[in-house]
């Protein structure tokens, strides 16, 4: 099948190229030139294991082609993904100018071709981005107000994670399709069918019904977060262990495992928007989602506790002093660094006067242009800490884990770890002799 894929980010870039993978014709367009051109050269202008190897095979075969040309993308395609950004804008709603913007030259393009066959159905455009309910609709008016031609409308959230994306769109849990025509339905079933050969199901509903399930996914999953990191914090209050009660209530087959992990709050470029969307939502239908307020609420005091840890701890005097921070990206195997909580705390830093050195495996050069001032970045994680006060954790990469702590203590000038991945124990560093924060567990000086 041809496909056209609209916004080569994240989402359209994997998108894109897993599609190409499985025999389709997939033409990938993005405004910004400079992109296009390093991944018309095999390079992924974004850090996702896998894909620069997928991306090199697809562009030799010759079925992935990039362009920044909208006549080239849009002449007849069977399929248009929409894959551009739905970033807040001021008020906290999805901001939908990039995907109406789209729309708009789906109908130019669409007006400018040849006459069509009577009975010949027209492209499907499929609205991939995380969008309001009843944005199809709005898409769908702003493409026909510049064209009569037909084109049928779906809805189909894409749900893959980041640092995990192509193994998400190979097996996903289950592809959701909205739609209002039996064929397009059809149609997408028919190519999705490579990746969920193992039984996961393609769930075909209602356009509305599709565009809410990825907020209402979204907003679970933000809220899960939000709920451990409450616990977590009045486990800090009452000197529990937020390890021990996560395992008694996890225990509970009811509640699982997953996604209660306590630490910096959510951040990324889908839920801390995305829950904003959903409380805009409920305002604009005068149907307030109070628990979503309170999740987002939740989620921006964590970082505000993490850091008040660190001003206590030095007594309000962290000026002079310099800071390590390992981790930059949201979290790890990624080098997104939209809404990190790392940005919050190294900002903090920098405005009191310290310094920091900082070390992410791949995220340094996004991390760069994030953040100005006396920041530097070590090609390690050792590196970061020559001289250091304290070592601040703010991403949970593997190699962490298990580092030679002798060693951190001779590199560093300090003996404080702010932890705010809980990713050591605390007889570990009780042996160690560092003094030790975390969180939902008390702090432990040494
Ligand atoms: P992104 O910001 O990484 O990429 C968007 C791309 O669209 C950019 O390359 C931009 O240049 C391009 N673009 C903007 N306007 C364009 C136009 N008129 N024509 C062509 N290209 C244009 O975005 P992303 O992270 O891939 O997210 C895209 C959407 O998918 C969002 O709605 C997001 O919420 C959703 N989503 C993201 C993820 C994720 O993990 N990043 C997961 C699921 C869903």
Redesign the pocket.
Known sequence: MQLTI???????LVSGTCFADTGNDVVC????EG?IERMRRGESP?YEPGLDDLLERNLAAGRLTFTSDREQAYSNPDFIFI????PSDEMGRADLK?VL??AA?IGTALEAQGPVEPGTPGPIVVV????PVGTNDKVRAAISSHTSKPFSMASN??????GA?IHDFYKPDRVVVGCDEERTGSQLRRLYEPYVRQGNPILVMDIRSAEMV?YASNAMLATKISFINEIASLCEAFGAEIGMVRKGMCSDKRIGNQFLYPGLGYG???FP??VLACISMGEESDTPARLLEAVHLVNQKQRIRFIGKIDEHFSGEVAGLKFAIWGLAFKPRTD?MREAPSLDIIRWLLERGASVCAFDPVARERAAECVQGDITFADNDFDALDGAAALVICTEWPEFRRPDFDEMRRRMAGNVIFDGRNIYSLPLMREHGFSYYSVGRRPQLS
């Open positions: 609209v916004g080569t980010g994240y989402v359209g367009l993005d405004i910004d992109k974004i894959c551009v950004g739905t990039y913007a789209v030259d991939k981005s995380t969008v959230p894409e749900f893959l994670k980041e994306a990825k990324g470029s889908c928007k995305d997104d």
